[in-house]
């Protein structure tokens, strides 16, 4: 398995070097080409989860992560102050590579759902793959710059993506998507230059995640737990913390940094949207498991009540916002801001019940979210609009997509069978166990599901049921049931959404032993 985790990583970039040498007319070979590289991703992640050592513990987390690739790869003198020492450094434990085997899935849904892309066809599928690359990076990366070079990277493509091939207010949500990220970035530049600073490697500064999460600290240094600096009157970690939650809360997207994301799924082509949901919002979720609660757990118990309710907020908010919409793909986006509030409070529990829930429902909404933004593409693709009050009945007429939309709308209120159920069902059991927070979030958090329920069953209440009807006569004749190619991206979606809600140790056999290493971790800083 040497050089594999490499190969998934980096072969979407060599795969978008080559196609720059191919005229642009030949537009039908760079969905193909993008097919390839995408599905070998895939299979490589595939065989990487096959050779994985579930069992595999360690004293440290330098011993917990596998298929570890380390080499020095930028080396800067900088005079009397040293040197600046980069590594290429990448691994997988646990937690990671269940984000890994869900990317490479989701990002070949993506490229079949981009098949009809023809306009400019060639800077479409280079950037898509660019995209691939950094969002693998993201949760592969092991040294800190290396992590945030990708984090970086994934916003330039999403925001042509968007700002070409979105829709009519497709500049004003690109930018506004590029705005609010790149503000999160610079507050997590800023707690990587101070990590950077306090942290060493034998003799040497490092950006070694790992060697941050190990408490490698300087004496003295700003960051160090043991005397930590005061800055503006507070503790240089709370603010560290404080500012790693506001980074990647806006990525997530957390109450109230989440305004850009219904504007971008609005916008945003079908397939980009699928992307979006179904994988750079865990980007967000998968740098606080890692990076603020790995590196910050001493802090991670004092505000484990502030995260709780920034969770609960968006449990809430988001799930009233869905109800009152009347346009299908926005409703969708503000049931993924509610459903991401349960991956907070069960992080903020901070139980290896909470933590093991938050990381399943990472994975459950990594398969729901992107099927939600395919049936409302469905229906987009065929009429061209996807406001709720125009489509009444459409389970007569369209009994197929009626079955898949069914699937996916029970999956995500959290129908018992389904994958949606598990994830909220561990994370409200680590809530109540936990005795870091209120009991009353996890009542408030129950609430949110009770109104997740309101909005999809009303929603098909609206579209699907009662006499068949369209606004538009002009749309009757486009209102014919799946394609093909809609089936083969819906049925491997629905398989494993129902596979993982009747056989969950499919995919926690992977975690628990990284999980429970996790919770041992921060109960050193607890007692």
Request: some cysteine; glycine content about 8%.
């Amino acid at each position: 398995m040497q050089n594999t985790l490499t190969y998934i990583f980096l072969f979407p970039i060599l795969v978008a070097l080559v196609m720059l040498f191919i005229p642009a007319e030949r537009w039908k070979i760079f969905r193909r080409l993008s097919f390839a590289a995408v599905a070998i991703q895939l299979v490589l992640s595939v065989i990487l989860a096959l050779s994985f050592d579930k069992a595999l513990t360690s004293s440290s987390w330098s011993g917990m992560f596998q298929f570890v690739e380390q080499t020095d790869w930028i080396t800067l003198s900088l005079g009397t102050s040293g040197s600046l020492k980069i590594q290429y450094f990448i691994g997988v434990d646990g937690i990671s590579l269940p984000l890994v085997v869900l990317s490479s899935f989701v990002l070949l849904i993506g490229v079949i759902s981009s098949w009809n892309i023809q306009e400019k066809a060639k800077g479409y599928f280079i950037l898509y793959l660019i995209l691939s690359s950094s969002i693998i990076g993201c949760f592969i990366a092991l040294d800190f710059f290396l992590f945030y070079l990708c984090f970086e990277f994934m916003l330039l493509p999403m925001f042509f993506l968007i700002g070409i091939w979105g829709g009519k207010r497709r500049s004003y949500a690109s930018i506004k998507f590029f705005l609010y990220t790149l503000l999160g970035s610079l507050f997590i530049l800023v707690v990587m230059i101070g990590l950077y600073l306090s942290v060493v490697d034998g003799d040497a500064n490092t950006f070694s995640l790992v060697k941050m999460m190990d408490g490698m600290y300087e004496s003295g240094s700003v960051l160090d737990p043991n005397s930590p600096q005061l800055i503006f009157g507070y503790s240089a970690r709370v603010l560290a913390f404080i500012f790693l939650i506001i980074g990647f809360g806006i990525k997530l997207p957390a109450v109230p940094v989440h305004t850009w994301l219904p504007d971008a799924h609005v916008e945003a082509p079908t397939p980009i949207s699928v992307v979006l949901a179904g994988l750079l919002l865990k980007v967000g979720a998968y740098g606080l498991l890692r990076i603020a609660y790995g590196i910050f757990p001493d802090i991670a118990i004092d505000y484990a009540g502030l995260v709780a309710v920034i969770g609960v907020l968006s449990i809430l908010y988001g799930g009233l916002n869905a109800l009152a919409q009347r346009d299908l793909k926005r409703m969708v986006a503000y049931s993924s801001v509610s459903h991401m509030g349960f991956v907070l409070i069960g992080l903020a529990s901070l139980t290896a019940t909470g933590f093991s829930g938050s990381l399943f429902h990472m994975i459950s909404h990594g398969l729901i979210s992107p099927a939600l933004f395919l049936i409302a593409g469905v229906i987009y693709d065929r009429t061209g609009n996807r406001m709720m009050e125009n489509f009444s009945g459409l389970a007569s007429k369209m009994p197929v997509y009626t079955f898949f939309m069914a699937i996916f709308f029970f999956a995500g209120l959290g129908l018992p069978g389904l994958s949606g159920f598990v994830g909220e069902l561990m994370v409200l059991m680590g809530v109540f166990k936990s005795g870091l927070i209120s009991f009353a979030i996890g009542i408030l958090a129950t609430l949110g599901i009770a109104i997740s329920a309101g909005y999809f069953l009303w929603t098909i209440q609206r579209m699907f049921y009662g006499k068949y009807f369209v606004r538009e006569s002009a749309w009757e004749q486009h209102m014919i049931d799946l394609t093909m190619m809609e089936k083969l991206m819906l049925i491997p979606l629905a398989v494993l959404v129902i596979l993982l809600g009747v056989y969950p140790r499919l995919m926690l056999d992977y975690s628990n032993e990284t999980i429970e290493f996790f919770i041992e971790h921060v109960s050193r800083f607890s007692q």
